[in-house]
């Protein structure tokens, strides 16, 4: 199910005034073959529920796990994933790609 962005932060901020931590995602760069654009969103709680995307994939799993890291510490993250041309072709995919996620707390 697609969101769009106005009703992630919605999410979020109905979450937040439920009484539970917060973070939002957005990615804020692509290189090469990235299955999102940038300005792609997800947002996750403290209980683990995620909206929305950042991948598709398994990164999406490394963003939830730092979300809850900055839900605690309050302090916000750029990630950076990718995988190099040879690893792509490695494992079957036609060429590599890199992203950087921004993971913030909100307050």
């Known amino acids: 199910m697609t969101h769009r962005e106005e009703d992630l932060l919605q999410v979020a901020a109905d979450w937040k005034r439920a009484g539970h931590q917060v973070a939002v995602a957005t990615v804020t760069a692509t290189w090469g073959s990235s299955p999102r654009q940038a300005g792609s969103q997800m947002v996750v709680d403290d209980q683990g529920?995620?909206?929305?995307?950042?991948?598709?994939?398994?990164?999406?799993?490394?963003?939830?796990?730092?979300?809850m890291e900055i839900m605690e510490d309050g302090k916000p993250r750029l990630l950076d994933f990718g995988i190099t041309n040879e690893?792509?072709?490695?494992?079957?995919?036609?060429?590599?790609?890199?992203l950087q996620i921004f993971v913030e707390r909100v307050e």
């Open 49 to 67: 529920r995620m909206l929305g995307s950042v991948s598709g994939g398994c990164v999406e799993g490394a963003v939830v796990r730092e979300a």
């Open 87 to 98: 690893q792509a072709w490695e494992v079957g995919l036609a060429c590599g790609g890199k």
